[in-house]
Structures are given as structure tokens and as C-alpha cells.
């Protein structure tokens, strides 16, 4: 009731177009959502995500939600997310990946979602980490636990938006690390990322996740750049 009465007041409008929202769309309407670029990575086993990882690291599954172009909707949506702190758009972006995932994914399903870590300090300057809430949707979407505590950040780096893709991978190498890992052998971990570029990031917390016996890695990102 309360709800509905906050809802007349003060309206709630989509985080892309700004127009209002209906009673049963949440953060992004659903025309905003039909005209958002999406991969179709579900039902492509052999995606661009996957392809990316070739001789780099071996993947159960790879995909994005969205691509991510410059100035485009995507771009605006996870600017938002990312700099404006509106964690209801990674919300609303993990329960629609979700959801596909939820149809569509493989059989062997993850036993933990690990989104990448930002550094404690960036994590305090920012006030939160941009994928977490992205994650916690996914989590709460597929039933799969959130495990924040065994792949941290152990070097502090500045933004890698506008580095060259040779500059983001001398960046990453030696970031990463693993903390209390003896309990996790045998596991199948889900990365989860806002946007994937060169995959280099990635690619690093997932060689850091594969020095752990028996560990599978699978990827998914709310958008690629294309």
C-alpha cells in the first residue's frame, strides 16, 4: 500500500528513456528493453564471449547480456550504474541475464558467482562495487550462492576506461589473488563483470581461480564492447 502511495507521488521513470515506468516494469521499461542490443549468447554455444577466451583459458560457458556501443543506450545505462551510483539498473540487468541464463543455461550448473573485486580502496571512494548488485540478482535468479571473499584485488589500480589493450594487460598481471581457497576444490565458479573489452581483467581473475584443484570457470557480463 505504501508502495503504491510513493509510486503516485514521487513516479518512478525508466533508467534509459526517463519515461514512466507501468505498475509492473521495474528500473528499465519494456520498450527500452526490446530496443537494447542484445548478444542472443545463449543460443550461440560457440558465442563471441567464448571465442574471445580461446588458448587463454578453458571456459564451461561464456556470454553478455547486451553490447555495449559508444554513446549508445548500454553505454548510458552502465555510466549510470557505474558513476551515479544506480545500483537498480545492475539489479534489474542480473534478473533479465538471469532469466536467460535460467532457460538456457548448461546442465552443469555453477556452485558459486564470484563478481570481479574492485580494491578496497577504490571500493571506498566509489562506495560500492559496480557488479555487486549485478551478481546479487544472478545469485538470487539461478539459486547460486555469492562468494566475495576468496578472489580479492590485491594492487591498486586507476581506471582502465581509456587505456590501450596492451596498457590494460600489463595492468591486471600480478592484481589478483586468492584468499582461504583449500575449502573450494572441484568447483565450478560463475565470473561475473560489467563490460568486457579485451577480456583481460577477466582472464586474470580466472587464472587465479584455475590454480585451485579441480576448479571449472564459466563468465557472464552484463554487456560487450563491440
Same mark, same amino acid.
Given at each position: 500500500?505504501?508502495?503504491?502511495?510513493?509510486?503516485?507521488?514521487?513516479?518512478?521513470?525508466?533508467?534509459?528513456?526517463?519515461?514512466?515506468?507501468?505498475?509492473?516494469?521495474?528500473?528499465?521499461?519494456?520498450?527500452?528493453?526490446?530496443?537494447?542490443?542484445?548478444?542472443?549468447?545463449?543460443?550461440?554455444?560457440?558465442?563471441?564471449?567464448?571465442?574471445?577466451?580461446?588458448?587463454?583459458?578453458? &571456459? %564451461? /560457458?561464456?556470454?553478455? &547480456?547486451?553490447?555495449?556501443?559508444?554513446?549508445?543506450?548500454?553505454?548510458?545505462?552502465?555510466?549510470?550504474?557505474? /558513476? @551515479?551510483?544506480?545500483?537498480?539498473? !545492475?539489479?534489474?540487468?542480473?534478473?533479465?541475464?538471469?532469466?536467460?541464463?535460467?532457460?538456457?543455461?548448461?546442465?552443469?550448473?555453477?556452485?558459486?558467482?564470484?563478481? %570481479?573485486?574492485?580494491?578496497?580502496? @577504490?571500493?571506498?571512494?566509489? !562506495?560500492?562495487?559496480?557488479?555487486?548488485? /549485478?551478481?546479487?540478482?544472478?545469485?538470487?535468479?539461478? +539459486?547460486?550462492?555469492?562468494?566475495?571473499?576468496?578472489?580479492?584485488?590485491?594492487?591498486?589500480?586507476?581506471?582502465?576506461? @581509456?587505456?590501450?589493450?596492451? +596498457?590494460?594487460?600489463?595492468? %591486471?598481471?600480478?592484481?589478483? +589473488?586468492?584468499?582461504?581457497?583449500? !575449502?573450494?576444490?572441484?568447483?565450478?565458479?560463475?565470473?561475473?563483470?560489467? %563490460?568486457?573489452?579485451?577480456?583481460?581483467?577477466?582472464?586474470?581473475?580466472?587464472?587465479?581461480?584455475? @590454480?585451485?584443484?579441480?576448479?571449472?570457470?564459466?563468465?557472464?557480463?552484463?554487456?560487450?564492447?563491440?
Amino acid at each position: 500500500m505504501l508502495s503504491h502511495f510513493i509510486r503516485l507521488f514521487y513516479p518512478e521513470t525508466c533508467a534509459s528513456c526517463q519515461a514512466l515506468l507501468l505498475h509492473q516494469e521495474f528500473v528499465i521499461c519494456t520498450r527500452c528493453r526490446h530496443d537494447l542490443p542484445q548478444t542472443l549468447h545463449h543460443l550461440q554455444k560457440d558465442n563471441e564471449v567464448v571465442r574471445k577466451f580461446y588458448g587463454r583459458i578453458p &571456459l %564451461v /560457458y561464456g556470454g553478455a &547480456l547486451l553490447y555495449f556501443h559508444k554513446k549508445g543506450a548500454v553505454q548510458e545505462l552502465i555510466h549510470h550504474l557505474k /558513476y @551515479k551510483g544506480q545500483e537498480t539498473i !545492475g539489479t534489474a540487468i542480473g534478473h533479465w541475464h538471469g532469466a536467460v541464463l535460467q532457460r538456457n543455461f548448461p546442465s552443469l550448473y555453477p556452485d558459486f558467482i564470484i563478481p %570481479v573485486p574492485l580494491h578496497p580502496r @577504490k571500493q571506498r571512494q566509489r !562506495g560500492f562495487n559496480q557488479v555487486d548488485s /549485478y551478481a546479487d540478482a544472478l545469485a538470487e535468479r539461478l +539459486g547460486i550462492p555469492c562468494l566475495r571473499t576468496l578472489l580479492v584485488r590485491q594492487l591498486y589500480s586507476k581506471t582502465q576506461t @581509456k587505456k590501450s589493450i596492451v +596498457g590494460r594487460s600489463e595492468v %591486471v598481471h600480478e592484481i589478483f +589473488g586468492l584468499r582461504n581457497a583449500e !575449502g573450494f576444490h572441484h568447483n565450478h565458479f560463475l565470473l561475473v563483470d560489467d %563490460v568486457i573489452t579485451t577480456g583481460s581483467t577477466l582472464e586474470a581473475c580466472a587464472r587465479e581461480l584455475l @590454480k585451485i584443484p579441480g576448479a571449472k570457470i564459466s563468465i557472464v557480463c552484463m554487456a560487450m564492447s563491440q
